[in-house]
């Protein structure tokens, strides 16, 4: 699928189904990203769904693994595997676990505890810089997630060793798991801290599929300098009872709230 | 050991260009000699266990065998989830280096007194454990390592260890015990059995007791070859294990559980580890051992309660 407002809605009635379908929580930040993705996965990483392994692609690592629906989604609507299979998500004995797993093509890294996909993602993106290759490393956090300190050691040391192959993606979705962020641990500003640490920033509107596009198809935005796009977002993005509601981290929609929901999506 | 162990990984980076080396700041007078030789697959990475762990794990699935190095608990309790998940989950080829295992660095306090080490990192799924007992064991264990790349952790002493091995050690094979060391009965059915530094403790014992006790030692272990243990076992009469580790969760832990049910393999089984007590006392590495039951009088005593076959 070429156009990326045609794959995020797909993308959001798919994870709708599936959250649905396992009873499956997350709901609320597998939307938020979701058009992240749908650029992401249709004009910017070098990736190719017959060769998920191909050596030259772009690397993609999900560290807000808890909000996997909507990258498998992603995969499967972009051919890495049959959409049937989704079917098995969050099922007994399923490779398909509710959290990101690498056992699923098109996925380099599993996660789900929080504060490891940055420094696994600079890990390979130092590999491509010693060996001088030319592949990129994007990783996609949550802001929650940034109250983890490792990711604050490897924001200190990737500007140091001038990866300028690594991009960091914030789902600013402002919500975490037991409030906002500005009431359970602040970020602001956000972008400022990122810059203290010597990273090239930029700030979009997360939903904003031209934002998107014209920030991720430029990088790096400077010399020597890993980028961090803060992409402001809405959690929920799209359903509106489900916008900015602490709970659809938890609920799962029960079949009249997800006719609801794919109804307003379609 | 940690020369040693540093000699051999050069030796083995100029033939293998998968080799690289992270460093959390530390290895001052270690390694600068691979450091200098090989910039391209050397990193200081900071202060920073769980970065270093982390991008390590994404450096091996870019095809390298990566070593991470740090001291006592640093490389391991620090960063044991980076290990659990992003190492040992994912099968990638980082080989976790601790030096100071057990209460080498005794006067430096609890903080560096690495005792639980083996409990944690054994249970991690396709983990193996290297702890040599002398120089020859660890730059067999990297030799094997670097032939054998995936998840692992080598625990060494500190440096100026002797060798008790009189041969060089080739070939080591994870769960199969290393032949007896020279001075002790070959043939022995009693053993002092250990894994990591207390080698030359239970040599000493053994030499008190003569020909009817031999020492072995195993430096490469993993839960995949605990049948290999029990096969080992079944041939003895009685097995002292030896280790510098709390007594809870460790090798001789391991060891109970290859055993599993057998009650009549269980009862030649007999440990001698740390206890617990030792947490929290400040002293060299001797004074400690002495504190918490690890001496040759204390395996001497335990001989003495060896039921009679």
Known sequence: ?266 | MRTAFINELIVQARIHPEIFLVVADLGYSVVEPFAAEFPDRYLNAGIAEQNSTGLAAGLAAEGYHVFTYSIANFPTFRCAEQIRNDVAYHQLPVTVVSVGGGVSYGSLGYSHHAVQDYAALRTFPHMTIAAPGDPAEAKSCVDYLVKNPGPSYLRLGKAGEPNFHADALPGLTPGLFCPAIQETGKTARKIFLTTGATLGLALEAAKELGPEWSVRSLPLWSETVKEDIRKQIASLDTVVIVEEHLSAGGFASYVREAIGNDTALQGRIYSVALDARVCGLVGSQKFLRKEGGLTVDHLLQVTRNVSPK
């Not at chain 1, 017959?50 to 989604?73: N, T």
């Not at chain 1, 709230?257 to 379609?266: G, H, T, V």
């Open chain 1, 1 to 266: 699928m070429k156009n990326s407002l045609e794959l995020a809605q797909n993308v959001r009635r798919t994870a709708l189904q599936m959250v649905h379908q396992a009873n499956a929580s997350h709901i609320g930040g597998a939307l938020s990203m979701t058009d992240l993705l749908a650029v992401l996965y249709t004009e910017i990483l070098k990736v190719d769904h017959a060769a998920p392994k191909w050596a030259d692609r772009d690397r993609f690592i999900l560290s807000k693994g808890h909000s996997v629906a909507s990258l498998y989604a992603t995969l499967a609507w972009q051919g890495f595997f049959p959409l049937e299979q989704l079917q098995n998500y969050g099922k007994d004995n399923s490779l398909f676990m509710t959290h990101v797993s690498h056992k699923i093509p098109g996925v380099d890294f599993s996660t789900g505890s929080l504060g490891h996909g940055l420094p696994f993602g600079l890990g390979r993106a130092l590999a491509a810089q010693r060996k001088k290759l030319a592949w990129r490393t994007f990783v996609m956090l949550s802001d929650g997630e940034l109250d983890e300190g490792s990711n604050w050691e490897a924001i200190l040391l990737a500007p140091h060793l001038h990866l300028d192959n690594l991009i960091a993606i914030v789902d600013y979705n402002k919500i975490q798991s037991l409030g906002s962020v500005a009431d359970v641990l602040p970020l602001d500003s956000l972008a400022d801290k990122f810059k203290a640490f010597h990273w090239a920033v930029r700030e979009i509107d997360g939903h904003d599929h031209a934002q998107i596009r014209a920030a991720l198809s430029s990088v790096p935005w400077e010399p020597s300098k890993p980028s961090c796009l803060i992409a402001h977002t809405v959690k929920g993005k799209g359903v509106d009872f489900m916008e900015n509601q602490l709970r659809w981290h938890y609920s799962s929609p029960n079949a009249e709230q997800l006719q609801n929901a794919l109804s307003q999506i379609s």
